[in-house]
């Protein structure tokens, strides 16, 4: 069954490699990013949709946005009997201050919606499969046209007590992403 667990996690981020590969749907921009809350990891790929839409236009800054796709795993020191990892699949839209040329420092938040293949990891218990993931952070574009782009986040998970147990879970997480354009 735990080889089962791991092949549909290397099938989940897989396709999600894939699918930024396709021309066809247009992808602004592919991520990578890594999280840990003390023995409990995360590992996730995703795929952004840029927002054509500005706000607030200084005439340098302005809040932009992005759709954030996303497919990855948590895992935990777990004892025998208990969940050791499980699937996560999320969809979260972002807003972003930002410069308008895309380049230099930015701040961002997002609050999404999670789909989780197990409702307990280690010793935590969710009660639910469905989450909502929030998340605020600050990172750098840089490169040629602001193509590449390092953030460090804070992100809470939470099924916002729909019901109990409410364990919810926070990540410190790095953040590598591409953008095409």
């Known amino acids: 069954m735990r080889g089962a667990k791991r092949l549909l996690a290397r099938i989940v981020m897989s396709a999600t490699l894939a699918a930024a590969a396709l021309p066809v749907l247009a992808l602004d921009g592919v991520s990578a990013e890594f999280g840990k809350n003390g023995s409990y990891e995360m590992a996730r790929l995703g795929a952004q949709w840029q927002w054509q839409s500005r706000w607030l236009d200084s005439g340098s800054r302005h809040i932009g946005g992005y759709w954030d796709l996303s497919a ?4 935990a020191d777990a004892p025998a009997g208990q969940n050791d990892s499980l699937v996560d699949i999320g969809l979260t839209p972002t807003l ?3 410069a308008n040329d895309l380049r230099g420092f930015y ?3 997002g ?3 999670h789909l989780l293949s ?5 010793g935590r218990r969710f009660s639910t499969a469905f989450q ?4 605020l952070g600050f990172g750098y574009r840089f490169g040629a046209k602001g193509a590449y782009d390092l953030g460090v986040r804070i992100q809470h998970h939470s099924n916002a007590d729909i019901k109990k147990p409410n364990a919810g879970m926070d990540f410190h997480q790095v953040r590598l992403q591409y953008w095409f354009r």
């Open 118 to 122: 197990r409702t307990s990891l280690g």
């Open 107 to 109: 701040i961002e938040a």
């Open 111 to 113: 609050i999404g919606v």
């Open 96 to 98: 972003r201050w930002q």
């Open 72 to 75: 990855g795993q948590w895992r």
């Open 132 to 135: 909502f993931g929030d998340h």
